[in-house]
């Protein structure tokens, strides 16, 4: 079992920069991928960023290309958001599954789950 704690969500204008944490505990030796989700009020949940847990291949969504960074050190992920945009608010997810990822891939895909962080970006 592997439990992911997440923190650094708040609010934040339009412009400005966040960076969340992922911080993993249990059995993380099983943890061979890690990566952030994200899900707005009433959209479908939509994969962030994503990294082996080497940390040397990084795979970002659409939306996060050029603006977010995703970093492992030991057992904590980071995810550096810069010029959020307010359709950048959702609950912001950690996820880290058993098999290795070569992709962001999908949700359905993560084994484990932390409890979310909001993220709410003004204009």
């Known amino acids: 079992q592997v439990t992911l704690v997440e923190s650094g969500g708040g609010p934040v204008q339009s412009g400005g920069s966040l960076r969340l944490s992922c911080t993993a505990s249990?059995?993380?030796?099983?943890?061979?991928?890690i990566g952030w989700f994200r899900q707005a009020p009433g959209k479908s949940r939509e994969g962030v960023a994503a990294t082996p847990s080497d940390g040397r291949s990084k795979y970002y969504g659409d939306s996060a290309e050029g603006r977010f960074t995703i970093s492992l050190e030991k057992n904590t992920l980071y995810l550096q958001m810069d010029n959020l945009r307010p359709e950048d608010t959702a609950t912001y997810y950690c996820a880290a599954r058993i098999a290795w990822c070569y992709t962001l891939g999908y949700g359905y895909e993560y084994d484990y789950w932390g409890q979310g962080t909001q993220v709410t970006v003004s204009s």
């Open positions: 249990g059995n993380t030796k099983n943890m061979y991928c």
